[in-house]
Nanobody, 123 residues
Framework: QVQLVESGGGSVQTGDSLRLSCAASGRTFSNYAMGWFRQAPGKAREFVAAISWSGSPYYADSVKGRFTISRDNVKNTVYLQMSSLKPEDTAIYYC?????????????????WGQGTQVTVSS
C-alpha cells in the first residue's frame, strides 16, 4: 500500500517562501510520477505541479515561475519549493501519486493521496 506523508506547511507573509515535502513508501518511488494539488476554502481541488519518473516538471499557469517541484529518489521524497507566495496560494496542499511514470494533471488520474498540509499566506 502506497503511503504519502506531507510536511512543511505553515503560516507566512506575502512574498515569503516555503518548502513542502512528501515522503512516499510502499513501492519503488523512482518508477512513478508524483504530483501536488491544492484546495482553497470553498473551492475545488486544483492541480499545482507534477514531476515525471525522469524528473521532468509540469506546472499550472498560476504557479509557473514561482513554484518548483523536484524529487529525491534516494530519500523517496518529492518537494514543492514555493516562492513569492501570495494570499491566493492559501490552501491545503496535497501530495498525490499516479500509477504512471508520466506527469498527470487531472485529479482522477491519481491513485494515492496524502492527508494534506495547510499553507496560509497573509498580506
Amino acid at each position: 500500500q502506497v503511503q504519502l506523508v506531507e510536511s512543511g506547511g505553515g503560516s507566512v507573509q506575502t512574498g515569503d517562501s516555503l518548502r513542502l515535502s512528501c515522503a512516499a513508501s510502499g513501492r519503488t518511488f523512482s518508477n512513478y510520477a508524483m504530483g501536488w494539488f491544492r484546495q482553497a476554502p470553498g473551492k475545488a481541488r486544483e492541480f499545482v505541479a507534477a514531476i515525471s519518473w525522469s524528473g521532468s516538471p509540469y506546472y499550472a499557469d498560476s504557479v509557473k515561475g514561482r513554484f518548483t517541484i523536484s524529487r529525491d529518489n534516494v530519500k523517496n521524497t518529492v518537494y514543492l519549493q514555493m516562492s513569492s507566495l501570495k494570499p491566493e496560494d492559501t490552501a491545503i496542499y496535497y501530495c498525490a501519486a499516479p500509477d504512471s511514470r508520466y506527469s498527470r494533471i487531472r485529479e482522477s488520474e491519481y491513485n494515492y493521496w496524502g492527508q494534506g498540509t495547510q499553507v496560509t499566506v497573509s498580506s
